[in-house]
């Protein structure tokens, strides 16, 4: 099946000599919900904005199930809808005027039952006659993306769409982001906020100054980089590590209450079972034991501070010379 965004060797240079973009290579498939994260001045708005067609592209190319986002304007931007970080309506409108203009803006037929169907999904019904300079922040989040909807667009970007509002919106979105992929609807968002990537991501993006530095399967990837902690609660707390377990680089926590060990789950020998062999043979009891798998935000971190790119370099090696 062809992708329905194809983006190659996609660069912008803006004036200053700022490259905000470098040659970005990127393909999404229909119903996909992907998750581009970075740092703040990473390039995700950049991106993001030459995929809807609102910032030109210095160099490459981006189709829009099929359609060049440059060359078949109407075609490629008819498909997309765009939540963009800024509150951007008109204030004196009402919410629910604003959400049909939206609709005819991209020559769609009147349609009452999708504008409340998605009014409703957002809690916006009850306001639909309020106007804008009327409603909260959140609400005005709400009808941003209201509006990106109201052409059933076969593509919705959201671009930071939970940042700043509150948890029952965060909510709401994340159950109407499910619904809408569950629709064929693809979803991509940027985002700071590392638990949405977790929680809906199928495949996350990273970039970093400008580069897409990893895509991958958020599954394949926790796998790839993510690394699993053997807790041992100790009987009676510790001072130091004994010399007798510093084959294993454990670290003390808790006040010397807990015996940390990061391991590679993966690997086929994960070294817990020779840990807790010389624990033992050091006459140290322990009352539990707990492991807990690393979070995308863990791996994450990694990744900027470089530690997950030569992780991700050793497996390629590996592969290529298999």
Known sequence: MDPILAVSGLTKTYA????????????????????????????KTTLISILCGIVKASGGSVRVAGFDIAADYRQARYRIGLVPQELSTDAFETVIDTVRFSRGLFGRKPDPAHIERTLRDLSLWEKRSSKIMALSGGMKRRVLIA??????????????????????????????????????TTIILTTHYIEEA????????????GKLILVEDK??????????????????????VPPSLAEWAPSL???????????????????????????????????DLNTQQSSLEDIFVGLLHGEGQAALATTAASG???
């Not at 977790?198 to 100054?209: C, F, P, Q, S, T």
């Not at 006040?255 to 006459?283: K, N, P, Q």
């Open 16 to 43: 200053s000599g700022l490259t905000a973009l470098d040659h970005v290579d990127l393909t999404i498939g229909k119903g996909e919900i992907f998750a581009l994260l970075g740092p703040n001045g990473a390039g």
């Open 147 to 184: 509006k990106a909807l109201a052409h059933e667009p076969e593509i919705l970007f959201l671009d930071e769409p939970t940042a700043g509002v509150d948890v029952e919106l965060r909510r709401d979105m994340w159950a109407l982001v499910r619904r809408l992929r569950d629709g064929g």
């Open 198 to 209: 977790e929680e809906m991501a199928d495949r996350v993006g990273v970039i970093l100054k």
């Open 219 to 240: 599954a394949t990837l926790m796998q790839k980089l993510g690394k699993r902690t053997l807790t041992v609660t100790l009987a009676e707390p510790l001072a130091a």
């Open 253 to 287: 926590k808790n006040d010397g209450h807990e015996l940390e060990y990061v391991f590679d789950a993966g690997s086929e020998r994960t070294g817990i079972a020779g840990l807790l062999r010389a624990i033992g043979d050091a006459g140290i009891g322990y009352k």
């Open 320 to 322: 290529a010379s298999a």
